[in-house]
């Protein structure tokens, strides 16, 4: 696990491919979720998340990085 706190437009995501090329889950899919966009959707909380094709799903065995989670609700 790895977590990233800097501010937007610092290079986040580069930084999560990056860590994802290098390790040994490479060879499987990286999944970048914005978990603030999904609030603004309205989507019910998990919504996107825990769906049978949701983000974990899609990134079994692979890299699932969560975006968006500093933002506070308004």
Do not use: W, Y
């Not at 290079?11 to 499987?28: E, P, Y």
């Not at 094709?53 to 990085?65: E, K, Q």
């Amino acid at each position: 696990m790895l977590s990233s706190t800097a501010t937007s437009g610092t290079g986040k995501s580069l930084l999560a491919q990056t860590v994802h090329r290098m390790s040994r889950r490479a060879r499987h899919r990286l999944v970048q979720m914005d978990c603030f966009a999904v609030r603004l959707s309205g989507a019910a909380a998990g919504e996107g998340l825990f769906d049978r094709n949701g983000a974990i799903a899609r990134a079994h065995r692979g890299t699932l990085v969560l975006g968006g989670l500093n933002h506070a609700p308004e």
